[in-house]
């Protein structure tokens, strides 16, 4: 069947979770590291660190039970992130926040690169409906710029995972030059850079009321990236380079994007550039040439900023196998979000927006897309009574920054 007279979407997730039980990394690892494995991983089971929901569930790594998932909620690929607890962490999410007396860093790059080989055996199972992407480590740039070359030719075309730099570390900013060997592999690549929500923020320890801190403040650390990314002159430096602000939501953008463009020395600042003399566009011009906003579950007054973000920036995700996410009532959330707004629209926004940037293949999902995604009257009819028994705020009416 053409994709052009098909009425179903092809609903593409750009926010999937997967990882494998943690002791399945251990092939992957150096043979001269397996001691320290086992050291490693008897010590963080031993002291209650796991998390198990996260390292044995079978949605992560059985894909035979995820697609079945997927297909019954509607959704038939993934960009994939990782999920699991790869070797030789402590539990963080991918952060370059390292304490040295907790983890030794050239160990844990090690373990990254050992959950980069899995993932690219992984997906050979389904190349055609997974894209995952590697993962590197800003302590080893020339590692990590020489991983980005074997992740390209191993078929991780979900690209690369951008670590997380919270305030107060050791670490150059991304805006440093020094990771231009990183930033210029992926550009010339075409390997995309993805910063996921919730991997930027400080520790806030264990305190009354640190979880909730956490959760108010996490975006608003998260959206730094964009902002060295842009005034920092690195998407200047590699006008080829894509980035990804993915689980963030997206009704910050507009906004954040009008503060960039007056302190870059625009507007009122006209004559007074504030050292923006490296640019040569608007901040909201690489935005639109090289950004895309992984909004994840779009809250229904988002929507209304979708002229100022630009239709073809936004990608859907469902986070599944997260709690939090739309899994399984992707179908209701796209209801909720999307009922009343133009197919043509809905359609970049679920999928072709994804194919374009990780390089899915539209017609050959459709065979898969007629029987399991929501047609385009599924989609227009108004979602009136909502899930009880879920977390997730895909159904959330609160459009802000998230």
């Given at each position: ?14 926010d ?18 397996h001691?320290?494995?086992?050291a ?8 209650g660190?796991?998390r ?6 079978p949605?992560?790594f ?6 079945r ?6 959704v ?11 070797p ?8 370059s926040?390292?304490?040295k007396?907790?983890?030794d860093?050239d ?19 389904a ?14 740039i ?11 030719a191993a ?9 997380g ?40 320890g ?8 956490f ?5 608003w650390f ?16 590699h ?51 090289q ?21 073809d920036r936004?990608l ?34 679920v ?16 065979s ?14 108004p ?14 009416t ?5």
């Amino acid at each position: 069947m053409k994709r052009g007279r098909m009425d179903n979407y092809v609903v593409i997730s750009c926010d999937g979770h997967a990882g494998a039980p943690t002791p399945d990394f251990k092939p992957y690892l150096p043979r001269r590291l397996h001691d320290d494995f086992d050291a490693w991983w008897s010590a963080t089971r031993a002291g209650g660190e796991l998390r198990l929901d996260a390292s044995e569930d079978p949605r992560n790594f059985d894909l035979g039970h995820r697609f079945r998932d997927l297909e019954a909620d509607g959704v038939i690929a993934e960009v994939i992130y990782p999920n699991t607890l790869t070797p030789f962490a402590r539990g963080e999410f991918n952060s370059s926040r390292v304490d040295k007396e907790r983890v030794d860093v050239d160990l844990r790059w090690e373990g990254l690169r050992a959950y980069n080989r899995w993932a690219a055996d992984w997906v050979t199972a389904a190349p055609h409906r997974l894209a995952a992407m590697a993962q590197i480590s800003l302590h080893h740039i020339d590692e990590s710029a020489a991983e980005v070359r074997w992740a390209h030719a191993a078929g991780l075309r979900g690209g690369v995972l951008l670590p997380g730099l919270p305030p107060g570390g050791a670490l150059p900013l991304y805006h440093d030059p020094v990771y231009d060997p990183i930033w210029r592999e992926c550009a010339e690549r075409g390997m995309t850079l993805n910063h996921h929500g919730g991997s930027a923020a400080p520790h806030y320890g264990a305190h009354p009321g640190s979880t909730i801190i956490f959760l108010a403040e996490v975006g608003w650390f998260s959206h730094r990236a964009l902002t060295f990314f842009i005034l920092g002159g690195v998407l200047e430096r590699h006008p080829e380079l894509r980035l990804v602000m993915s689980e963030q939501g997206a009704g910050w953008v507009p906004d954040h994007l009008a503060v960039l463009d007056r302190y870059a020395g625009y507007g009122d600042l006209v004559r007074d550039p504030l050292g923006a003399g490296h640019l040569s566009q608007r901040p909201s011009e690489y935005f639109a040439r090289q950004c895309y906003v992984g909004a994840s579950f779009l809250a229904p007054p988002e929507l209304a900023q979708l002229d100022r973000i630009g239709v073809d920036r936004i990608l859907w995700g469902s986070d599944y196998p997260h709690r939090e996410g739309t899994w399984p009532y992707s179908r209701e959330s796209l209801r909720f979000t999307f009922a009343g707004v133009a197919p043509d629209v809905v359609r970049r926004m679920v999928g072709t927006n994804a194919a374009e940037l990780y390089g899915f293949d539209l017609d050959a999902l459709a065979s898969i897309a007629v029987k399991a995604c929501p047609t385009v009257a599924d989609v227009a009819v108004p979602l009136t009574t909502l899930p009880t028994d879920t977390i997730s705020p895909a159904f959330d009416t609160y459009a802000g920054s998230r």
